[in-house]
Structures are given as structure tokens and as C-alpha cells.
């Protein structure tokens, strides 16, 4: 019988731990490991895959280089973002798309609060100010407080449900803007769902979570910046391209709203030029949400569970296109522990 043969053509200059190779012997699994710079060598190495799985960002498979793999069943992108997958293409192609956002979802639901709280406390600000000899609490006064207050959840996936799980204790109210979520599953977890004008206008504080999609792109700009009260924080822990950055750089100058916390810029890393850089009502930090001493031990093991359950040809724990018209495969759900 033939091997299910599995191509890992995106490394983000990782080094492929052993025992991962060893799963793949065990679960009799051909597996190749090749970075895949164009779509000849794509044609070369993943051309005979049933899998190809990307670790990070690499932008090898655009709509163009799909014809190169007729042979594949589904991607693999380790982590929560496919936005370097031509995922639309790979619907209509019949391939499944599959993505591990538990590996990160507990760290950046971590960091989106704690972007929050570094701002409504002003903790960097006053750390700054101190480390310079100036030690007045009344500069950078923390003007906001928790209890009672508004927060807003703009998608709803794995990340977006865990804040919603660690903001209840600190009696928040929550609001959610998710059309692809139905509405039992956002009052499961204590949140309300609405339309995302509802959410700006009444939110103290928003915090996005969606991907970055043609739908996404510049989801909040000039208009939806102006409904968000001049209290108002934004928190970006998504993708940078979510928000309009002149627009936002627009909106914290003239106080539509009062500050953001950002792990997302639109470039990365910005110019030392960039505007937002001289903003005391910002935080910024350097795509880093998903990071933690588990990073990468989570980033492989749920990357290899899916892995392993579609050479199984069992549906993965997580995929982007779940409506997608398998061309090669037919694969069955299973109940699974957690």
C-alpha cells in the first residue's frame, strides 16, 4: 500500500525536532522536509504530497502555485493566521485547510489582556517615567477602571473565547461581533452578540480577534473609529492590516478614542518614521502574542496531531473552510477529549 506522503515546505527557519520525524515513522508516513522557494521546487517536492503543511508564513502557496500539488488533500499552517494560504482557491479545489490555533490561543488571549491592563493601569507609561527620575502618579494617571465596564470581541474564535472565559471574573460585560458564530455559543460563555456599529458605540474597550481576509482588511477605519467612545481602548492582537493604521494614528491625535495596545502593525516592523511610534497613548509590541516557553512544543505537537489524523483521514481539530467538497478524500469526525 501506498504511504500518505506529508511535505513540510515551510519552516520559518525552524529545525524539525526529532521525535516529530519518529511520529511520522510510526504512523507510517513519508515525510519531506524541504523549504519551498518557488513553485518549481513546490512541483518537485510537494507535487506526489497528500499533505502539505506550512510551520509559518511562508507565502509559497498563492492561488498561482496551488496547479502545482493536484495531488494534495489539505494544507497544514501551524498556528491561528492563513492568511499566507490562498485559502479561497484551495476551497474550490477541494482542498481542506487546517490550522492549530489551540497552540496559541491561551497566550494571546493572555497578551490581549495584558495589553489592556498595561494601558488602563498606564504601567509602561509610568514604568518609562520613573526609569527617567520622575516619580509623580499623578503623570500618566490610570483614568480607567474594570468593574462594570463594556468589552467588545470582534471575531469569536479560540483566542476571542478565552478572554471572554478570563474577563468574566473581573465583572465585565460582553459583547460580541462574529457573524459566523451562532448566537448560543456567544451565550454559552456570558457575552451578547451584536452588530459591530452596537459593539463600537457601546464598548469601553475592543479587542479584535478576527483573521485577515478580503472581508477584514481595514475592517476598522476612519467610520468605525469615530463610534467608538473618546474613552475607548482598541486592542489588536489579529493582524495588523485589520485596522487602518492613518486612521488610527488619526483617531488617538485627536481623542476619538483614548489609546490602543497593538502586537500588530501594518508593516512589520514599522519605520522609524511611523507615526504611531511617537504616541505616549499607545503600547506596542513586536507580533508577539502567540509566544510563550510552550510556544513552539504546542506549535508541534497540535501541528503533528492534525498530521497524523489526516493521513487517518479524520477531520483535524481546527480548519478554516469546514464546508469545503473534498476532492481526493473522505474523512470522518471523531469525539474528542479536549
Known amino acids: 500500500m501506498e504511504k500518505f506522503k506529508i511535505t513540510l515546505a515551510g ?13 511520522m515513522v510510526n504512523n507510517n508516513i513519508e515525510f519531506v522536509v524541504h523549504e519551498c522557494k518557488t513553485k518549481n521546487e513546490l512541483a518537485k517536492y510537494c507535487g506526489d504530497a497528500d499533505l502539505v503543511w506550512l510551520f509559518g508564513g511562508s507565502e509559497i502557496l498563492t492561488a498561482n502555485n496551488l496547479e ?56 509602561t507609561a509610568q514604568d518609562r517615567r520613573v526609569r527617567q527620575g520622575i516619580w509623580d502618579p499623578d503623570q500618566a494617571y490610570p483614568n480607567w477602571h474594570l468593574k462594570d465596564q463594556t468589552m467588545g470581541l470582534v471575531g469569536f474564535g479560540k483566542s476571542a473565547q478565552m478572554v471572554a472565559k478570563k474577563m468574566i471574573a473581573f465583572e465585565v460585560q460582553l459583547l460580541v461581533y462574529d457573524p459566523y458564530v451562532e448566537n448560543k455559543k456567544i451565550l454559552k460563555l456570558g457575552a451578547k452578540k451584536v452588530s459591530l456599529k452596537k459593539l463600537l458605540s457601546e464598548s469601553d474597550f475592543v479587542s479584535l480577534h478576527c483573521p485577515l481576509t478580503q472581508e477584514t482588511n481595514n475592517l476598522i477605519s476612519e467610520k468605525e473609529l469615530r463610534h ?85 483521514k479524520i477531520w483535524p481539530r481546527s480548519c478554516v473552510n469546514p464546508d469545503v467538497k473534498l476532492r481526493h478524500w473522505k474523512l470522518k469526525k471523531i469525539k474528542r477529549k479536549n
Open 228 to 312: 467608538m467612545k473618546p474613552k475607548a481602548i482598541l486592542i489588536n492582537t489579529s493582524r495588523g492590516p485589520v485596522v487602518n493604521e492613518k486612521d488610527l494614528v488619526k483617531a488617538l491625535n485627536e481623542g476619538w478614542i483614548a489609546g490602543a495596545g497593538l502586537d500588530v502593525l501594518d508593516p512589520e516592523p514599522p519605520g522609524q518614521n511611523n507615526p504611531i511610534l511617537d504616541l505616549d497613548n499607545v503600547v506596542i509590541t513586536p507580533h508577539i502574542a502567540g509566544y510563550s516557553d510552550q510556544f513552539l512544543e504546542l506549535f508541534w505537537s497540535f501541528s503533528v496531531e492534525a498530521a497524523i489524523d489526516l493521513s487517518k
Open 68 to 123: 502545482a500539488i493536484p495531488k494534495c488533500g489539505a494544507i497544514i499552517r501551524s498556528g491561528s493566521g492563513t492568511d499566507n494560504v490562498a485559502v479561497s482557491e484551495a476551497t474550490k479545489l477541494g482542498i481542506l485547510v487546517a490550522n492549530t490555533p489551540e497552540a496559541t490561543s491561551s497566550n494571546v488571549s493572555d497578551h490581549a489582556i495584558g495589553l489592556l491592563f498595561s494601558i488602563i493601569r498606564q504601567i
Open 11 to 23: 519552516l520559518d527557519d525552524q529545525i524539525v525536532p526529532d521525535w516529530v520525524s519518529q511520529e
